[in-house]
């Protein structure tokens, strides 16, 4: 779905990477493929992994609390990340993975009765017409769809992902820093990522955002500024967003990043006025509760990956002080509490 024809060549449209390819050559992301001309999916039917996840882990903490996705991914990526931690799927460059068609994604689904689907562990995008043929179908059987992704999509993409998303993580990576996004991820640029706030808010889909903190090359506080003021003015303050503690993995061995630093990011966003902030990869339960913004009550307290909601009604709203807190609930989730 997402190519053009450029003479003897074809242009990839699915991420701002643009690939140009001649005959049988591949993508950037290794799936991608001119076939005849024609942009081939290598890996439609072919995902690497399955797993049973809480939506928290996504993380996804405003839709769902407490229920379970359906998570899987494919081998391929648009980026580079020297510290990846699924780096044996995203940066697997050959087509590997067991055959399921979206019937069988589907069947998978309702079989293990999940709540939703989340296309994770590697880049969506890059396999976005599988996804989108999955979500179709998700969205049928009342399922919620649910991209991790690193929010490289081009309009294209998007306009494709609009017919069946539901919610994005966009995982920022060093507080989206163009030296740091060149010299650690292979991508030029990462202002095209905040184009994708204003898709998001266009096609209704709800929108979370991380961002990983790497002590030393991706923790400077000036540019978390930058970018915490870009998510407040195009998305709102109501946004939340997650400061992840990085581990070390892959070809980047860094100490994991002390809880201080993960606090001065909080403490920023805070201050300049978000409402909704978190830490995650930290069992600090302070940091990874929701409180709400007009009267400080505890909404929903966690700890890790497990949710329980404590003063939020059926309609989402504090039942303290009646503030609509903008969480989404699953009517049979808040009965079981």
């Known amino acids: 779905m997402l190519y053009s024809v450029e003479g003897n060549k074809i242009r990839c449209t699915a991420c701002y990477r643009y690939c140009l390819l001649s005959g049988n050559q591949r993508g950037f992301c290794g799936v991608r493929s001119n076939k005849n001309n024609k942009l081939v999916l290598d890996v439609y039917n072919v995902p690497y992994g399955f797993n049973i996840d809480p939506i928290e882990k996504k993380p996804v903490l405003h839709i769902y609390p407490g229920s379970r996705i359906l998570s899987f991914g494919t081998a391929g990526c648009n980026f580079a990340c020297k510290y990846c931690q699924n780096y044996?799927?995203?940066?697997?460059?050959?087509?590997?993975g067991s055959y399921f068609s979206p019937e069988d994604v589907i069947d998978l689904a309702l079989k293990y009765n999940v709540d939703g689907i989340a296309y994770t562990y590697n880049e969506p995008t890059i396999f976005m017409e599988y996804a989108h043929d999955i979500g179709v179908l998700a969205r049928k059987h009342g399922l919620i769809n649910i991209f991790v992704t690193n929010g490289y999509e081009t309009s294209e993409s998007m306009e494709c992902a609009s017919e069946f998303l539901d919610a994005m993580t966009i995982d920022f990576k060093g507080n989206a820093n163009n030296n740091f996004y060149n010299k650690y991820i292979s991508v030029l640029t990462a202002d095209k990522i905040y184009e994708n706030f204003e898709r998001a808010k266009k096609y209704n889909i709800h929108t979370e955002i991380t961002d990983l903190v790497i002590p030393g090359i991706g923790d400077n506080l000036e540019d978390a500024k930058k970018m915490v003021l870009k998510i407040k003015d195009i998305l709102g303050e109501y946004t939340p967003i997650s400061f992840l503690r990085y581990h070390p993995d892959y070809k980047l061995d860094i100490y994991p990043t002390p809880f201080e630093t993960l606090k001065k990011h909080y403490d920023l966003a805070r201050d300049l006025g978000m409402k909704y902030v978190y830490i995650g990869n930290v069992p600090e339960e302070n940091y990874e509760n929701t409180y709400c913004p007009e009267c400080n009550s505890l909404l929903i307290k966690r700890h890790g990956f497990v949710s329980?909601?404590?003063?939020?009604?059926?309609?989402?709203?504090?039942?303290k002080c009646g503030f609509n807190a903008g969480i989404k609930l699953k009517n049979r989730i808040i009965n079981c509490i």
Not at 88 to 96: A, I, Y
Not at 308 to 319: E, R, S, T
């Open 88 to 96: 044996d799927m995203s940066q697997r460059k050959t087509v590997e």
């Open 308 to 319: 329980k909601i404590v003063n939020l009604d059926g309609n989402g709203k504090c039942k």
